[in-house]
Nanobody
Framework: QVPLVESGGELVQAGGSLRLSCAAS????????MGWFRQAPGKERESVAA????????YYTDSVKGRFTISRDNTKNTAYLQMNSLKPEDTAIYYC?????????????????WGQGTQVTVSS
């Protein structure tokens, strides 16, 4: 088990910024790929971003490119999602996930452990 705890979600106006954090409780975090997903009401969970174990490779879904930045600090066992220029369509529950993968993956089934989610609401 690799327990994950997300934080940082809140209500923000369109055009604003938020930084989500995902804290892992195990030192093996550094060996795991990290991903952020989101699920809006009535929609399927979608991949938002992912980052390799050392942080050298990243992935972003097209709708967030240029606005969101994923990063990680392996000394703190924490991953981040910096979200700028937020839009109402970014409103969703955001989840972080991790798994012992050698490469960046963007499919939910490729992740073994999930956090409980944090709500992000963007008002227009």
């Amino acid at each position: 088990q690799v327990p994950l705890v997300e934080s940082g979600g809140e209500l923000v106006q369109a055009g604003g910024s938020l930084r989500l954090s995902c804290a892992a409780s195990q030192r093996t975090f550094q060996f795991y790929v990290m991903g952020w997903f989101r699920q809006a009401p009535g929609k399927e969970r979608e991949s938002v971003a992912a980052i390799s174990r050392r942080g050298t490779t990243t992935y972003y879904t097209d709708s967030v490119k240029g606005r969101f930045t994923i990063s990680r600090d392996n000394t703190k066992n924490t991953a981040y999602l910096q979200m700028n220029s937020l839009k109402p369509e970014d409103t969703a529950i955001y989840y972080c996930a991790t798994g012992p993968r050698a490469t960046v993956v963007a499919v939910a089934s490729d992740y073994d452990y999930w956090g409980q989610g944090t709500q992000v609401t963007v008002s227009s």
